[in-house]
Nanobody, 122 residues
Framework: VQLQASGGGLVQAGGSLRLSCAASGRTFTWYAMGWFRQAPGKEREFVAAINYSSSTTYYADSVKGRFTISRDNAKNQVYLQMNSLNPEDTAVYYC????????????????WGQGTKVTVSS
């Protein structure tokens, strides 16, 4: 499956952004989907994940209550709504697809998009 992330940009602290990830090539509902992020000089870290039916979602503690992951299987899209952004959210955000069950571990994801950059200014 091919993944294309979009929606990043520059936003002031307290603002919002909505990231999108378009999937193509395989049956989208086969996959759990996740969002990860990587800040300069840091390892890639888990942000949020959702299972194929949207019945299960996971969030990193750092974004819980501010970010919401969702998916539209009819459109082969997964979204990350990010509210109350702060400078610590600055990173390149990646969407990923997993053939396994929904997971917080990047090692469980088989396909990755190219990333979209989010910069939050103070």
């Amino acid at each position: 499956v091919q993944l294309q992330a979009s929606g990043g940009g520059l936003v002031q602290a307290g603002g919002s952004l909505r990231l999108s990830c378009a999937a193509s090539g395989r049956t989208f509902t086969w996959y759990a989907m996740g969002w990860f992020r990587q800040a300069p000089g840091k390892e890639r870290e888990f942000v949020a994940a959702i299972n194929y039916s949207s019945s299960t979602t996971y969030y990193a503690d750092s974004v819980k209550g501010r970010f919401t992951i969702s998916r539209d299987n009819a459109k082969n899209q997964v979204y990350l709504q990010m509210n109350s952004l702060n400078p610590e959210d600055t990173a390149v955000y990646y969407c990923a697809a997993s053939r396994a069950a929904v997971s917080r571990s990047k090692n469980d994801y088989n396909y990755w998009g190219q990333g979209t950059k989010v910069t939050v200014s103070s």
